[in-house]
């Protein structure tokens, strides 16, 4: 039996931690990053730019790579929530 990877992932994860992965899924309405193998979260489309954006194709497309910020862990659900918009004063 391997450990859960959702599990050892966020015991070492705090809401507000910035994290680096690369775009699985682009869906419409957001888009998924993994942020470590075994591990994805949802950049919700209000958190994709600052500016209202749709669809999510016209900001990012599976394989890009991107920064994130972690806005909510959900355990019971196993749910990631992430977010581009709270990553920099400066991102656009």
Do not use: Y
């Amino acid at each position: 039996m391997r450990p859960d990877p959702f599990a050892a992932f966020i015991e070492g994860t705090a809401v507000g931690q910035t994290l680096h992965g690369q775009v699985t899924k682009v869906v419409p309405f957001g888009v998924f990053v993994e942020v470590a193998d075994g591990v994805e979260g949802l950049v919700h489309l209000r958190e994709l730019t600052r500016m209202p954006v749709e669809p999510p194709e016209n900001v990012l497309q599976v394989g890009d790579e991107v920064t994130v910020v972690v806005t909510e862990i959900d355990r019971e659900r196993r749910r990631l929530a992430l977010s581009r918009r709270h990553v920099s004063p400066d991102f656009r």
